[in-house]
């Protein structure tokens, strides 16, 4: 019987779930909307849904499946599989406990960790910090996420909530952040605000941009907007804000490897997606500067390998590493 893994990776827009070899291919990738405008309740169901699923494919294939792996977004105590606060983008979430409700459904052990955190486990056995033993992951989209890796194993700290620095404060009494605190790093260097940035200054058809008239057309730029005018035509307005918003995810990168001086940073995420190697080395330029030595010309930066499959992958072989 060979066996496989099965994994769950919630958002705030979708559930992507899967089963996946050993090695880490995936067997089946699906995606439904996750409806969190619903209510807790109702997204235990549609996790439930997908869990029945993927324990049924296995079945009828005769596939040894053993656990299933929750990856969510929130600080969770992986002991209980509660959600114990900071879950902004899923109302209601705190205080739920996934695992004990699909357990008490489900015929097999579920195992609930924070969404970055089960990416970051991913890259480390599968992707870009296959081989590193000290590792920081972060993933740059809507928000900022990140995880952390010492000596091999994922380091959650004493309540769940290590890994958060989206929301390490890098100025001081700065932008207001969707945690309710301001001058967060999120608000700064995550998707929201470079779109912000560009659009402020595309709006004067001075600069040339080739965003100005996109902007006109549809009232709004997306990441992919702002990266295409970045890599095709070298476009000032774009290339200021990518510019800044890397030298912001740096700042904040600088003071977490100035803690932990980590083999290598790897980044992922939907702005790393869209910016690809570019973006990547614009950070790992600025990091260079601000971090201290030696750690700065040693440190490695790179780009996530495993894509949007990371949290289903990394989900699924969490039994293997809590």
């Not at 599968?126 to 081989?131: L, Q, V």
């Not at 290598?264 to 702005?271: N, Q, R, T």
Request: glycine share 14%.
């Amino acid at each position: 019987m060979k066996k496989v893994y099965a994994g769950i990776d919630l958002g705030g827009t979708n559930i992507k779930y899967g089963l996946c070899r050993p090695d880490g291919k995936t067997i089946i990738f699906r995606t439904i909307p996750a409806m969190v405008e619903e209510g807790p309740r109702n997204l235990i169901r549609r996790i439930t849904d997908c869990a029945h699923e993927l324990l049924d494919y296995a079945s009828r294939k005769s596939l040894e499946l053993n656990h299933l792996g929750v990856g969510t977004p929130g600080i969770v105590d992986v002991t209980t599989g509660k959600i114990a606060g900071m879950s902004p983008n899923i109302p209601g979430w705190k205080g739920c406990n996934p695992k004990k409700s699909l357990e008490s459904i489900l015929d097999i052990p579920v195992f609930v960790d924070n969404d970055a955190n089960v990416m970051a486990l991913a890259e480390f056995v599968f992707g870009a910090a296959k081989g590193c033993r000290n590792v920081i992951f972060t993933t740059v989209g809507t928000g900022i996420g990140g995880g952390i890796l010492i000596d091999g194993k994922l380091y959650r700290g004493s309540i769940g909530g290590a890994g958060e620095f989206g929301h390490t404060t890098i100025v001081k009494d700065g932008r207001q952040c969707n945690c309710g605190r301001r001058g967060c790093l999120e608000s700064y260097a995550a998707a929201p605000y470079l779109l912000e940035m560009a659009e402020k200054m595309a709006t004067d058809a001075n600069t040339g941009s080739v965003l100005t008239p996109v902007l006109k057309e549809t009232g709004r730029l997306t990441v992919e907007d702002v990266f295409g005018a970045f890599k095709k035509h070298s476009d000032p307005v774009a290339e200021k804000a990518i510019q800044l918003s890397a030298e912001y995810l740096a700042c904040g990168l600088a003071s977490v490897s100035a803690v932990l001086a980590p083999q290598i940073v790897v980044i992922g995420g939907g702005v790393a997606d869209a910016g690809g190697t570019a973006y990547v080395k614009l950070v790992r330029n600025a990091l260079r500067e601000l971090a201290l030595q030696p750690v700065s010309s040693r440190i490695r930066v790179v780009k996530a390998r495993l894509g949007n499959r990371a949290g289903v992958v990394g989900a699924a072989i969490l039994g293997d590493y809590t």
